[in-house]
C-alpha cells in the first residue's frame, strides 16, 4: 500500500501566505478523492477542502475565499494554497485520500482512508 507525505507547512505571521504539498508514494490513488485536513491542539480533526476525480471543489465555510485546492495529475502531488492566514489556522494539516470518485461535499474523517503524515502550520499574530 502507498503512502502519502505532506510538506509546505511552518511559521507566517497573520495575513501571509503558504502552500502544502502532498506526495503520493507506492500507489497512484489515481481513481480516488483528494483532501485537506487540519488538527488544532485539544480540537478534533476537521475538513480544509477536498477535490473529486473529476475536479469538483469542496470547502469548509473557513476556508472558502482564502484557500484553494489542486491537483496536478500529472505528478500526482496535491496543493492546499492558503492566502490571509489567520491564528485560528494554526494546526497539523493532514492530506488525506478517500477511495470514493468523490466527497460528495462531506469532508467527513470517517471517509477517509489513507491519512499523511501531517505537517504544522503555525500563525502568529
Known amino acids: 500500500q502507498g503512502r502519502l507525505v505532506d510538506s509546505g507547512g511552518g511559521p507566517v505571521q497573520t495575513g501571509g501566505s503558504l502552500r502544502l504539498s502532498c506526495a503520493a508514494s507506492?500507489?497512484?490513488?489515481?481513481?480516488?478523492?483528494w483532501g485537506w485536513f487540519r488538527q488544532a491542539p485539544g480540537k478534533a480533526r476537521e475538513g480544509v477542502a477536498g477535490?473529486?476525480?473529476?475536479?469538483?471543489?469542496t470547502y469548509n465555510d473557513f476556508a472558502k475565499g482564502r484557500f484553494t485546492i489542486s491537483k496536478d495529475n500529472n505528478r500526482n502531488i496535491l496543493y492546499l494554497q492558503m492566502e490571509n492566514l489567520e491564528p485560528r489556522d494554526s494546526a497539523t494539516y493532514y492530506c488525506?485520500?478517500?477511495?470514493?470518485?468523490?466527497?460528495?461535499?462531506?469532508?467527513?474523517?470517517?471517509?477517509?482512508?489513507?491519512w499523511g503524515q501531517g505537517t504544522e502550520v503555525s500563525v502568529s499574530s
Open positions: 488525506a485520500v478517500t477511495f470514493g470518485v468523490r466527497w460528495f461535499g462531506d469532508l467527513s474523517t470517517d471517509r477517509v482512508d489513507v
Open positions: 477535490i473529486d476525480t473529476d475536479g469538483t471543489q
Open positions: 507506492g500507489s497512484s490513488y489515481s481513481g480516488s478523492s
